[in-house]
């Protein structure tokens, strides 16, 4: 990391953003490996319903905490969001054997860990600096995606005392909670260029009922969200059958220990893919007069996966050679298919004013979940009739449409930002004549 990023970032301010982000993700995910175990012991066999109304209550809330990061502000907020969910975590803790305090517990876990997503974006753009966007962005696409099986991991260390993880989780939670006094809340669109020459301001602009219509108008900010739900639905169908279809006869023929092994491995290209994608925005947006080159990347990351994919699932036979071509031509896949985190959030920062990012943050997570619920709801029917050699091409399909999407995004993400950047410029000489 060079020292003029360090210079122009608060880096201990960003780890403990991207380190509750990772603690939202944990709270989701923990109970998974011990739901079974939770519900024999509160004789209580649809158990799993809790983890359903977990999420819609999350979807709900998204949506309300978006609205409120813009319109108040942020510190109060992020503490307030975390005393929802660390309360019901140390009841549950401490009372395990109450079913009540299980599941009203969950639902308010549900209501304030969905404060994160939109808490994030909008903090996050006023940590970074605007040539710091993409490789930033990228750390907050580890942190979402490290989450979920960080939170599986955890649950699975506790399965004899199911309970110790949520305690675990609640005693993390409260030293982050301690270190979120240590940091600066940063003024809403400092490290904006408009706002760059001044030391010390107010932005008093907030969003109101009437200014959300307008969000939609931009049609880059249009696309950006469609794509997203294209982009989920395959990358769910991979995330749910790929260990189960290399351990069946179609795939590899082997323990279904070893598929899921295999599977993060080659899945793993995620990681540097977000880092080397968003860190190459940044350098080539740095060189153009506008983002588009962005929305280039990912479009094209995204049509290569599918390529790379669709190749691998083409090849995939009982031989070892061809296992492990399977394997590095996933890896590639998964590699260059980052491109799209990344540079998508970023180009949201570009395309957004500084008090509607809380609820355009919301929306790309609502986008993502709906996007992740049809491709589980389709791909959980289409395979009672088709194999997953057949599921997993069809789902392909999906990132191609993604793709054109981001395609189509490029003519307008020029004539939004100028927008934009006209608008705050005219905000900063407001801002100086006052």
Request: glycine residues 8%; neutral net charge.
């Amino acid at each position: 990391m060079s020292s003029n990023f360090i210079r122009r970032n608060s880096i201990p301010s960003l780890f403990l953003l991207f380190s509750l982000i990772l603690l939202n993700g944990v709270g989701v995910t923990l109970p998974i490996p011990n739901l079974k175990i939770i519900g024999e012991q509160h004789n209580f066999p649809l158990i799993g319903l809790v983890e359903a109304f977990f999420i819609i209550f999350s979807m709900i809330f998204l949506i309300v905490w978006g609205y409120l990061v813009d319109k108040f502000d942020r510190r109060p907020l992020l503490l307030l969001a975390n005393v929802i969910w660390l309360l019901p975590a140390t009841l549950i803790f401490f009372i395990p054997d109450s079913l009540f305090i299980y599941v009203s517990g969950r639902l308010m876990m549900a209501i304030g860990l969905a404060a994160f997503s939109p808490l994030s974006y909008s903090i996050t753009a006023d940590f970074a600096h605007f040539k710091d966007r993409g490789i930033i962005s990228a750390g907050l696409n580890l942190a979402w995606v490290g989450s979920s099986a960080v939170g599986i991991i955890l649950g699975a260390i506790f399965t004899s005392d199911w309970h110790y993880s949520f305690g675990a989780i609640a005693l993390i939670g409260v030293i982050l909670f301690i270190g979120q006094f240590m940091i600066k809340i940063p003024i809403r669109g400092v490290k904006e260029p408009a706002f760059s020459e001044m030391v010390d301001f107010q932005y008093p602009w907030r969003i109101n009922v009437q200014l959300i219509p307008k969000i939609f108008q931009s049609r880059s900010l249009y696309w950006l969200l469609v794509q997203g739900i294209f982009a989920l639905i395959p990358g769910t169908v991979f995330t749910y059958w790929l260990v189960s279809y290399l351990a069946s006869s179609e795939g590899m023929d082997i323990s279904i220990e070893l598929a899921s092994a295999i599977a993060i491995i080659i899945a793993s290209g995620r990681a540097p893919g977000y880092i080397f994608f968003g860190k190459m925005g940044d350098i080539l947006a740095s060189k153009s007069t506008n983002s588009t080159i962005r929305a280039k990347i990912a479009g094209f990351g995204m049509f290569g996966q599918s390529l790379f994919f669709f190749g691998a699932i083409f090849i995939l036979a009982s031989t070892v050679e061809s296992q492990l071509i399977f394997a590095v031509l996933f890896w590639i896949g998964s590699f260059i298919g980052a491109a799209s985190g990344p540079n998508r959030t970023s180009l949201l920062f570009n395309v957004s004013l500084p008090e509607v990012r809380g609820t355009l943050g919301s929306l790309y997570s609502l986008t993502d979940h709906l996007g992740a619920a049809l491709g589980v709801f389709v791909s959980t029917f289409v395979l009672q009739f088709l194999n997953y050699h057949t599921v997993f091409n069809l789902s392909l399909i999906f990132y191609l449409i993604a793709s054109l999407c981001w395609f189509r995004s490029i003519q307008y993400i020029s004539t939004d930002e100028r927008k934009i950047d006209t608008t705050l410029q005219g905000r900063a000489s407001e801002i100086l004549e006052n």
